[in-house]
């Protein structure tokens, strides 16, 4: 299998999600790519003191700046895009931002007025330290992984979607990941992004350490999978997702999903996998940053004996 590179640079960095936005690279089923991207807002030079504004390579950007789209041959809608994680190298630097947007969460906690909370962090590939002196374990993944709406037309890279993933915040997505998405268009047109060094469940503040990323990662096409929808095999387990502007219907989209895969896994009505989920199966807030409810369900590695 083929192993290719694609750094970020002005004609393979985009914005927006576009099914019609041309292929910068097309590679074979089971290839391998390296695939460097900015930060999310794209800053071409780091920041030197919280907060700095620096030169950018898309100014100003209608959302996160992501390298691609990667073209797979053989990927067709009906069948899933398996992104295989094989390796996340975190630039040397980061920052993190806070209280940067009057919404309902900034409005609750008291910080809608501001002044905004900034990080800047010093990166060394397994520690992140910050110009307060808090150190912090790195646990590197990409933000956004996806592939544009059957829709024409851009669409923001913001929210996460059933149909395509993108912005899926995921703690999980580590390397060593497996992450499931059903191709949407033909393809499928992959754009990976929105490096993260460490995050909490949930992207409490509405950033991660955002940081420059260096992603090794390998691309199949395979059918027949066990979830209709986005999941992932993951070093802590099998992971399923919910997207919804309504958390209620979030959780009920990934813990269903999750029922499914329990029901094919051990031959299961759906009340008894849900009985059977309910002892091992974890809930969690993706994120909470994206004008969409992130929620995903894991079923830890070795829970089920």
């Known amino acids: 299998m083929a192993r290719h590179h694609l750094d970020p640079a002005a004609e393979t960095t985009i914005d927006v999600f576009n099914r019609d936005t041309a292929p910068v690279l097309t590679v074979d089923d089971g290839d391998t790519v390296v695939v460097g991207s900015l930060d999310c807002h794209g800053f071409l030079e780091r920041q030197r003191t919280p907060g700095e504004q620096r030169p950018r390579m898309i100014d100003p950007s209608r959302g996160h700046c992501l390298t691609g789209p990667i073209a797979v041959r053989g990927a067709e ?3 899933v895009l398996a992104v295989h994680l094989d390796d996340l190298r975190p630039g040397d630097w980061g920052w993190t931002v806070s209280a940067s947007k009057d919404n309902w969460l900034a409005r609750k906690l008291g910080v809608a007025e501001g002044p905004r909370g900034q990080l800047l962090w010093e990166l060394d590939g397994t520690t992140g330290k910050n110009q307060l002196g808090h150190s912090v374990a790195l646990a590197p993944f990409l933000g956004v992984i996806g592939l544009p709406p059957a829709e ?3 669409h923001s890279t913001v929210p ?3 149909e395509g993933g993108g912005n899926i915040d995921c703690r999980e997505l580590v390397a060593g990941s497996t992450l499931y998405l059903p191709v949407t268009v033909p393809g499928a047109n ?3 992004g929105d490096g993260h060094a460490a995050q909490g469940d949930g992207e409490v503040g509405g950033t991660a350490i955002e940081c420059p990323m260096t992603t090794e990662l390998t691309v199949s096409v395979t059918t027949g999978r066990p979830v209709p929808g986005i999941h992932a ?7 399923t997702f919910g997207f919804h502007p309504d958390l209620n219907e979030a959780t009920a989209e990934a813990l269903g999903a999750m029922l499914t895969w329990l029901q094919t896994l051990y031959d299961l009505d759906r009340p008894t996998a ?3 989920a309910s002892p091992v199966v974890d ?3 993706t994120q909470v ?3 969409t409810w992130g929620v995903h369900a894991l079923l830890p590695e070795g829970a089920i004996r």
Do not use: E, F, S
């Open 289 to 291: 940053a994206n004008q």
């Open 274 to 276: 849900l009985a059977l």
């Open 233 to 239: 095999d993951t070093p802590a387990g099998r992971v």
């Open 152 to 154: 024409p037309g851009d």
């Open 190 to 192: 992959l754009l990976v």
């Open 77 to 79: 809608p009906g069948t």
């Open 283 to 285: 809930l969690r807030v």
């Open 160 to 162: 996460p979607r059933p």
